[in-house]
Nanobody, 115 residues
């Protein structure tokens, strides 16, 4: 069982910024795909940005140029810097780790973009 512990999130005005952080077990980055998904009300959970096991990033087109995923191997964290936030970014954001058919999720953190 893999535990993923998220922090960050909250309420921000349109155009603002937030940073999410997730602590993951040590040494999983070279084996697992690790990153962030989100789920808006009434919608399916969708990929935001992840690192694959080779260290390449996969980022959804809707957030490219606004969101940046980063990782710190020494601290075993994966962060999501979110800039120029829009109301449509409102969702519960989940930290995610997966290997083949095994997927693990954090508890989720709410991000609300509203004036």
């Amino acid at each position: 069982q893999i535990q993923l512990v998220e922090s960050g999130g909250g309420l921000v005005q349109p155009g603002g910024s937030l940073r999410l952080s997730c602590t993951v077990p040590p040494n999983i980055f070279s084996i697992y795909t690790v990153g962030w998904y989100r789920q808006a009300p009434g919608k399916q959970r969708e990929l935001v940005a992840v690192f694959n096991s080779a260290g390449d990033t996969i980022t959804d087109d809707s957030v490219k140029g606004r969101f940046t995923i980063s990782r710190d191997l020494a601290k075993s964290t994966v962060d999501l810097q979110m800039n120029s936030l829009k109301p449509e970014d409102t969702a519960v954001y989940y930290c995610h780790a997966s290997l083949v058919q095994h997927a693990y999720w954090g508890q989720g953190t709410q991000v609300t973009v509203s004036s």
